[in-house]
């Protein structure tokens, strides 16, 4: 079973700041709650091993390959991680107590100290989370990593630097886009409708390939498992947003005035043909808007010219395709 919610922590809720205070003082708590100095050593390596996972946002695999004493500032809080994502990070004040207090003990000098089974780790993360009453799906290894990043998105770190934070590579970052049904997504999207009109069709995707020309830069988006995307922006766009590397996370919108709605499939010169569904239509006498929705379920509103269209074809529920530039798309900042 725990590989199971190990490997699919997406369709699991994630823990609010509360529950993850909650949690963090039970740790606390049962590290304490022994009498024989032989259990207490092994309820000290778990607590770290939890500590580095909630506040380092530490995979668990490198947690147990790393030696934490020589990696670890006590003073600064610094944690250099080594290895394929190797990365320095920040670790909290307010946590460094507890990381001094373990660290002191003799047995953290030895190379091995944590050197422990992963199924026996998780086999505590779900008990512990159970002494406080939460589910233990919420509190395993990985959901807590992801609840850490979420955790730091709340605080307003920006994403790009929450996925350095978290080490993450590659397709990794889509898992964590919807990590928690989505509520990474929809942080993200939150934020760039902020900033956007109440119409601007606001969306998230992974940038997946970047093609460059003498002067401008196409970006292949990843919106959806099967459904792509192509953006037009300049060179220095490209720098400004530090899109070199493929696989970023962007939020970007499409202004529906730039978007043609067709009633069939016909080809066009526009790079971008979306099938939809319609589900509102809102219109004057002269002009309007269509609102529909794709395969995804990702709604995208269209304006209209009111006049060229014969309402009798057009009608929620209808199929229709929606067409735009690839130079329509703006990528957010």
Same mark, same amino acid.
Not at 107 to 136: M, N, S, W
Not at 172 to 193: E, I
Not at 210 to 226: C, N, P, T
């Given at each position: ?92 004040? @307010? ?23 992963? @199924? ?60 928690? @049904? ?114 995804? @379920? ?36």
């Amino acid at each position: 079973m725990s590989n199971k919610l190990e490997q699919q922590p997406a369709d699991r809720q994630n823990l609010t700041p509360e529950e993850l205070a909650t949690l963090s003082l039970c740790w606390e708590s049962w590290e304490q709650a022994v009498s024989t100095p032989a259990r207490r050593i092994v309820r000290a390596k778990l607590h770290l091993v939890f500590l580095l996972v909630r506040y380092g946002g530490l995979r668990l695999r490198e947690v147990l390959e790393m030696p934490v004493t020589a990696c670890l500032d006590r003073q600064s809080g610094l944690l250099s991680v080594p290895g394929e994502n190797a990365r320095d990070i920040m670790l909290p004040m @307010g946590c460094m107590q507890h990381f001094r207090r373990i660290l002191s003990l003799p047995e953290a000098e030895q190379a091995d100290f944590l050197a422990l089974d992963t @199924g026996f780790i998780r086999r505590k993360f779900y008990a512990v989370a159970e002494l406080c009453g939460l589910p233990p799906q919420k509190a395993a290894p990985r959901a807590l990593r992801y609840a850490r990043g979420l955790e730091l998105l709340s605080l307003h770190v920006p994403l790009s630097m929450v996925q350095k934070y978290l080490g993450q590579p590659g397709a990794a970052k889509t898992f964590f886009l919807n990590f928690a @049904g989505g509520d990474v997504k929809s942080h993200v999207l939150d934020r760039a409708r902020e900033r956007s009109r109440s119409r601007d069709n606001v969306l998230a995707g992974i940038v997946t390939s970047i093609r460059l020309g003498l002067r401008r830069a196409e970006l292949e988006i990843s919106v959806a498992s099967k459904l792509v995307l192509y953006a037009q922006t300049s060179l220095d766009r490209v720098q400004d947003l530090d899109l070199g590397e493929h696989r970023q996370v962007i939020s970007f919108h499409i202004p529906s005035s730039r978007i043609v709605l067709t009633l069939d499939h016909v080809p066009t010169s526009l790079h971008n043909c979306l099938e939809a569904t319609v589900t509102g239509l809102h219109a004057d006498s002269v002009e309007g808007f269509a609102s529909t929705v794709l395969c995804d @379920g990702t709604p995208l509103h269209a304006d209209l010219d009111w006049g060229r269209l014969d309402s009798a074809e057009l009608y929620e529920g209808r199929r229709v395709w929606l067409h735009f530039a690839a130079s329509s798309v703006e990528i957010d900042d």
